[in-house]
């Protein structure tokens, strides 16, 4: 699955949000939670993770 990511940004330790374009709902805020168990999460936390969508602002 693509997804349109950007704005990611460190709010806690293990602890992302990210303004999320979802395809069904549209622009919407979205918390990443590593290690939450929910696949879509974990696949968007990955790619914060990989870089793909840009650098992540804030402290880790």
């Known amino acids: 699955m ?5 704005n ?3 709010v806690a330790a293990g602890v ?3 303004t999320w374009n ?3 709902f549209g622009v919407i ?3 990443c ?3 939450s168990g ?3 999460m974990q696949a968007i936390w990955d790619a914060i993770q990989r870089g793909e969508f840009g650098p992540v602002a ?3």
């Open 2 to 6: 693509d997804f349109e990511i950007s």
């Open 8 to 10: 990611p940004r460190h």
């Open 16 to 18: 992302i949000d990210v």
């Open 22 to 24: 979802h395809p069904d």
């Open 29 to 31: 805020p979205y918390t």
């Open 33 to 35: 939670v590593n290690g």
């Open 38 to 40: 929910e696949t879509e």
């Open 58 to 60: 804030g402290a880790a």
